[in-house]
């Protein structure tokens, strides 16, 4: 069989039939189908995957067989490892024909050996860095097991304002140019979001030529182009920048003294109007237009400098430009951000953020209000683009449209093919929704204290396992310190050691409870009972002290063509809250209690709409006669497994579930929609059933409404 007579049928069933781990699910075929028809008719995909699916499979089994240029692009680097380490090598031993899958990071992250070895002329290194130098064959910092100090890595990393390219002495072994001659080779290419965007935005000049697309975490694409487009200046930038140009092209003193002064004398300024730790700045700051006069000048003496009367030893004249066109980039970035705070421009959003009170770092950052512009124009437009296809376990809202919100954030306009694939997991009997019946509104006081009982009894009846996730710091630290105590349970909460310990902590202990917050919501995944409880205080809705957000919310108000709450907060805590109830259930295997303490989950309209997109749980109102989680789940709870796998289980994965077994149909109210209401207003009409009485071991299944909606709805859909 070769690439052209396989089908991707053929390749599932290589897979089942060759990998011992993999377990066939109808799910992934249909993805995989979707997203063959996406590539084949050249257009652009769009796809919630449950977790469970084996998406990247699904992604790459098409990519693979089309013998196209594929680039696939992740946001974490735990799923690019996925991808790279084991996902791509069972698909090179079970197929019978080549091809080639390259990993390619941002050039920062490879050693520069030219640079390395100037560096070891003027200072010494670390012997352990040097003896990895000598050894690595990547010179991927990420290899190395400790953590240089960032200036000796800044100084000897690969930086291209700072390269020869073709007339280095090190070009044939150089890391990075090896990197990119890989990926110039690879049928797949494995990038991350940031290169992915930064390609984009310089035609192309980073990445080989592709013909077709997977973006996965496709979720994370807009808030990292909002810091990819970004451009921001900081009095220790300046500082540093101007003390280069001074020693590294010996730009005029006087020059270098008069941008140091003023730059001095602006940030404190600067500092002291807006006392705050982070503040948005919305007028005109004085001092800006002439700020970026003085930079200017520097940077026109640095475009105008030949550097004629350097002598041309060892490449000293060529460096000197090199050096001189590095700063010059930088002075760009700053004029830019200059620019805006001197004439505020309503597309970008600009604010000031102190390192600490001392006012060492004080920070402006202009950033684009709205980056799908840049997104359609940079990515789905880019030239050469045939095909692209977009997938995440959470990019629908709910509504007419479930996609309409990541389209919108995305500039995708026109055809798209689109489809919610349901996970294989059966959440109606692997998981219990509880929504306590009679806690306050969490804006108000008494709320803490009450939501801390209530946890404290949720977590009695899942014996500890369990997750505790915080839409803020504060809640996090206040909850945690008055329940830690007392709980009989080990608790840890986020910021006490580093996440990855944490999370090996929360594997190893039995019983364990995590409080967290943001960076638990995702990215974690803990099989097995060891996580057996998931508790979330709030709705997750976008802080308004988010500058970006603040913005947009504000632009919407004003154009009047979209709600700012059910078109932006709405859909962004949607799939927010998506991510958080996304922890509790990763394989067929486990079962578990999620629990949201918000009282607008049944008290408001859009709580209903938000319990729409979840997966189809069944709803408890009250934890009356339930001691244990036997007396929800049975008499026994499976073994557990583990492992490492970032968002979603992958096929590779260990799981002796029966292959045949598929997701159930829906139940009651399967696909309902709450409408186009007006969502801010107390509901009672939605189509959400709860139950009828308090939950029992006697009234068994009675005593709970199973509620799914259908998430399987495939259609194609075309924007205005
Ligand atoms: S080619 Fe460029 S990045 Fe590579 S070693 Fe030489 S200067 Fe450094």
């Known amino acids: 069989m070769s690439r052209s007579t396989l089908t991707t049928e053929d390749v599932l069933a290589l897979l089942n039939e060759r990998l011992s781990s993999y377990e066939h699910r109808p799910q992934q075929i249909e993805l995989a189908h979707a997203i063959e028809r996406t590539f084949n008719t050249q257009q652009t995909g769009l796809f919630e995957a449950g977790t469970g699916i084996g998406k990247s499979f699904a992604a790459l089994i098409p990519a693979i067989l089309s013998g196209k240029k594929v680039v696939v692009s992740t946001n974490t680097i735990a799923l690019q490892e996925q991808y790279i380490n084991k996902d791509i090598p069972a698909l090179k031993e079970i197929l019978p024909f080549h091809f080639d899958a390259a990993l390619m990071k941002g050039r920062g992250n490879y050693l520069g050996l030219r640079r390395f070895e100037d560096h070891l ?98 979720h994370h694409l807009p808030d990292v182009a909002t810091d990819v487009f970004s451009n921001g200046i900081s009095n220790r930038g300046v500082r540093i920048t101007a003390s280069k140009a001074l020693k590294k092209v010996q730009a005029p003193l006087g020059l270098i003294r008069d941008l140091e002064l003023e730059s001095t004398e602006f940030f404190h300024r600067l500092a002291y109007a807006f006392p705050a730790m982070k503040t948005r700045i919305r ?14 000048q520097l940077k ?24 001189a066109k590095a700063i010059i980039s930088t002075l760009g970035g700053y004029i830019n951000c200059l620019e805006v705070m001197a004439k505020p421009d309503p597309n970008w959003v600009l604010w000031i953020e102190k390192g600490d009170n001392s006012f060492s770092k004080v920070e402006v950052v202009a950033a684009p209000l709205d980056v799908s512009g840049y997104i359609h124009d940079y990515v789905l437009d880019k030239t050469g683009l045939s095909s692209s296809v977009w997938m995440s376990a959470t990019l629908a809202t709910g509504g007419e449209d479930p996609f309409a919100y990541f389209k919108r954030s995305c500039g995708m306009q026109g055809h798209v093919i689109q489809s919610r694939v349901s996970s294989p997991f059966d959440f109606e009997k692997q998981a219990l929704l509880y929504l306590p019946r009679n806690l306050p509104e969490p804006n108000t006081k008494e709320f803490l204290m009450k939501a801390c009982d209530e946890i404290e009894r949720i977590l009695e009846l899942s014996d500890g396992r369990a997750f505790v996730l915080f839409t803020s710091r504060s809640s996090l630290v206040q909850s945690f310190e008055y329940l830690a105590p007392q709980l009989p349970f080990p608790a840890k909460r986020q910021g006490e050691m580093p996440r990855k310990k944490l999370v090996e902590w929360f594997r190893e202990t039995p019983k364990a409870v995590l409080f967290g917050t943001s960076t638990f919501w995702e990215g974690v995944s803990v099989e ?27 632009a919407m108000k004003q154009e009047g063509e979209w709600s700012w709450f059910n078109d932006l907060a709405l859909p962004h805590a ?39 997109c979840l997966p189809g749980m069944r709803i408890v109102r009250s934890l009356n006669g339930m001691n244990t989680l036997e007396d929800v789940f049975g008499p026994r709870i499976p073994e557990k497994q583990t492992s490492d796998t970032p968002n979603e289980v992958s096929a590779g994965e260990p799981n002796s579930q029966s292959p045949k077994k598929s997701g159930k149909k829906s139940g ?53």
């Not at 979330?536 to 802080?543: A, H, K």
């Not at 308004?544 to 957000?549: F, G, I, T």
């Open 283 to 296: 007028e005109p700051i004085d001092g800006a237009h002439e700020f970026a006069l003085t930079l200017k």
């Open 668 to 720: 009651k109210n399967a696909g309902k929609k709450s409408g186009k209401t007006s969502s801010e207003e107390p509901g009672s009409g939605s189509g959400v059933k709860e139950d009828a009485g308090d939950y029992s071991l006697s009234s068994s299944e009675s005593g709970i409404t199973s509620w799914r909606i259908n998430t399987n709805e495939i259609g194609e859909w075309s924007t205005k």
């Open 574 to 612: 949607t799939m927010r809250l998506k991510q958080g109830v996304g922890r509790l259930i990763r394989t067929k295997k486990d079962v578990g209690i999620v629990s949201i303490l918000d009282a607008r989950m049944t008290g408001k309209q859009y709580g209903r709409r938000i319990l729409e």
């Open 528 to 554: 097995g009972e060891q996580l057996s409880c998931v508790i979330i205080d709030r709705i997750p809705f976008q802080s308004p002290d988010d500058p970006v957000y603040e913005a947009k919310c504000e």
């Open 121 to 218: 002329l003027e200072q010494s290194i670390d012997e352990e860095f040097v003896d990895w130098v000598h050894d690595t064959e990547t010179g991927d910092m990420s290899e190395l097991d400790f953590v240089p100090p960032l200036d000796v890595w800044l100084e000897v990393n690969s930086d291209s304002d700072d390269c020869f390219r073709n007339r280095c002495p090190k070009f044939a072994e150089c890391f990075y140019f090896e990197a990119r001659r890989r990926a110039e080779k690879a049928d797949i290419l494995v990038v991350n979001h940031a290169l992915l965007l930064a390609d984009a935005a310089s035609y192309g000049n980073i990445l080989p030529q592709y013909d077709m697309l997977i973006v996965d975490e496709a």
């Open 300 to 323: 026109k003496w640095l475009e105008d400098e030949t550097f004629e009367g350097v002598l041309d030893v060892g490449q000293e004249r060529e460096r000197a430009r090199l050096k």
